[in-house]
């Protein structure tokens, strides 16, 4: 059966750095564009980093650049996202998820295949 599976959420001090994963036992992560999203409480969801699949083109929301940066493992077939330099407002359960085409966008709107998502909570 085809999930999405994120880890590696948690609580985290302002300043400090988290490693995401998302892993799919039925889908090859390469294959597709896929992207990290968030949804903070009483917030849209909205999109974070993604990565191409055709020429592993990132994107990044302007509120994580330079800070965050989007990988994958094509061996393991895991997406990863690494933040550094986290701040409150980066308090969200972050999600990945794809809409099956090979360029991404970090439009949440039009993906419609999510994982169950990761806490994370930046807080001193």
């Known amino acids: 059966q085809v999930q999405l599976v994120e880890s590696g959420g948690g609580l985290v001090q302002p300043g400090g750095s988290l490693t995401l994963s998302c892993t799919d036992s039925?889908?090859?992560?390469?294959?597709?564009?896929i992207g990290w999203f968030r949804q903070a409480p009483g917030k849209e969801r909205e999109g974070v980093s993604c990565i191409s699949a055709n020429d592993d083109t990132t994107a990044y929301a302007n509120s994580v650049k330079g800070r965050f940066t989007i990988s994958r493992d094509t061996a393991k077939n895991i997406l990863y996202l690494q933040m550094n330099s986290l701040e409150p407002e980066d308090t969200a359960r972050y999600y990945c998820?794809?809409?099956?085409?090979?360029?991404?966008?970090?439009?949440?709107?039009?993906?419609?295949?999510w994982g169950k998502g990761t806490l994370v909570t930046v807080s001193s």
């Open positions: 039925g889908l090859t992560l390469n294959d597709y564009a």
């Open positions: 998820g794809t809409d099956f085409h090979q360029t991404c966008t970090l439009a949440a709107t039009a993906m419609y295949y």
